[in-house]
């Protein structure tokens, strides 16, 4: 029997990767406590430690654990190196926008990205949509449908560069290395929740109830009929 795997816990990511590292940002990085360098690296610290505990919990790295993992360095080496804030900004920007780019290559070389997240083996009886689809003689359609969903999908990613862009420009204001410079970016990342993630969130659910739609359309099925029993 295979081990069921290891369930994400949204819950605890909040607080490690969005509610701690705000907090000692915009309060313990003053001279009385923390101070500048250490409450950066103190703060940054909880991102970091959860994604390498959640590799070796669940085993593997996602996309957007590595892409997530990768952008925390780079903060921390802007501020550390006290680079100009505008760097701060294009390394917002750059890291959906990579993803994005890297979700419209799926799409036209080999398997969509929103396929391999939407259609997971671990999630759904895949093999009986692909059979169904083949009997009725719908696989090019529901090709053609999940490509342009795909592209639904890194324009969610373009949405999301353009706001970590305008983000860091509005509120990132003061020189890395600074006191208010922590504080910015403990807002910055707090703020980002309301106004970037949740909205990437509804999108996602809007395009998972279109692939659902698609699917019952073309061969009946319903998701609860597709899901794998845990």
Do not use: C
Request: proline share 4%; no cysteine.
């Amino acid at each position: 029997m295979t081990a069921e795997k290891p369930k994400n816990k949204p819950f605890v990511e909040i607080i490690f990767n969005v509610a701690l590292p705000s907090w000692i940002l915009m309060k313990f990085s003053t001279p009385e406590y923390f101070g500048v360098v250490a409450g950066l690296i103190i703060a940054l610290s909880f991102p970091l430690g959860y994604a390498i505990y959640d590799y070796l919990r669940t085993k593997e790295m996602n996309l957007i654990s590595a892409f997530g993992f990768f952008s925390t360095l780079l903060t921390g080496g802007i501020a550390l190196f006290e680079l100009s804030v505008q760097w701060l900004a294009i390394k917002e920007a750059s890291i959906p926008t990579l993803i994005a780019l890297f979700t419209i290559f799926t799409g036209m070389y080999g398997k969509p990205l929103i396929a391999k997240l939407l259609l997971n083996e671990y999630m759904f009886k895949v093999g009986l949509v692909y059979e169904k689809l083949t009997e009725n003689g719908k696989t090019d359609v529901f090709r053609n449908k999940i490509g342009f969903a795909n592209k639904l999908l890194a324009l969610t990613f373009i949405f999301s560069a353009v706001m970590n862009y305008a983000l860091a420009k509005w509120l990132v204001t003061s020189p890395a290395g600074t006191v208010e410079f922590n504080e910015e970016l403990g807002h910055m990342t707090l703020m980002s929740y309301p106004i970037i993630v949740i909205p990437s969130m509804l999108m996602l659910a809007a395009l998972m109830y279109y692939v659902s739609r698609v699917i019952k359309d073309l061969t009946g099925y319903k998701l609860t009929e597709l899901m794998v029993e845990q």
